[in-house]
C-alpha cells in the first residue's frame, strides 16, 4: 500500500508561482512513475503532468506546458510540481497518483483509471 500525501497548495494571484509537493510512505515513490491530476467541481479529474520513475520522462498537459515543471528528488521519496505564470483556470484540487504497474517504468500514463494509489489533494485558488 502506497501513501501519498500533497502539500503546498494556497491562494495565488494570476502570474504567481506555486510549488506542489507530493511525499510517499516508507519511499515508495523513488521506484515509481507519479502523475499530477487536478479537479474542479463538476468536472471529471484531468491529467495534468507525470515524470518517469528515473526523472528522465516527463508529460505534460497541453494546457500547463511552457508554464509546469514536475521534477523529483529519489532520496526524499518526494515529487514535485512547480507552478509558474498561474491563470485563475488553474484553480482546482490537485492530487498526485501512483500507477503500480510503472515500477522503474520510463514511460508514465495520462491515463486515469491506470492509477491506483491517490493522495487526498491540496487546493489551488488562483485569484484574477
Known amino acids: 500500500q502506497v501513501q501519498l500525501v500533497e502539500s503546498g497548495g494556497g491562494l495565488v494571484q494570476a502570474g504567481g508561482s506555486l510549488r506542489l509537493s507530493c511525499a510517499a510512505s516508507?519511499?515508495?515513490?523513488?521506484?515509481?512513475?507519479v502523475g499530477w491530476f487536478r479537479q474542479t467541481p463538476g468536472q471529471e479529474r484531468e491529467f495534468v503532468s507525470a515524470?518517469?520513475?528515473?526523472?528522465?520522462?516527463?508529460y505534460y498537459d497541453d494546457s500547463v506546458k511552457g508554464r509546469f515543471t514536475i521534477s523529483r528528488d529519489s532520496a526524499k521519496s518526494t515529487v514535485y510540481l512547480q507552478m509558474n505564470s498561474l491563470k485563475p483556470e488553474d484553480t482546482a484540487v490537485y492530487y498526485c497518483a501512483v500507477d503500480q504497474n510503472t515500477r522503474y517504468s520510463e514511460y508514465p500514463t495520462r491515463i486515469r483509471p491506470n492509477y491506483d494509489y491517490w493522495g487526498p489533494g491540496t487546493q489551488v485558488t488562483v485569484s484574477s
Open positions: 515524470i518517469g520513475w528515473s526523472g528522465r520522462t516527463t
Open positions: 516508507k519511499r515508495a515513490l523513488s521506484t515509481y512513475a
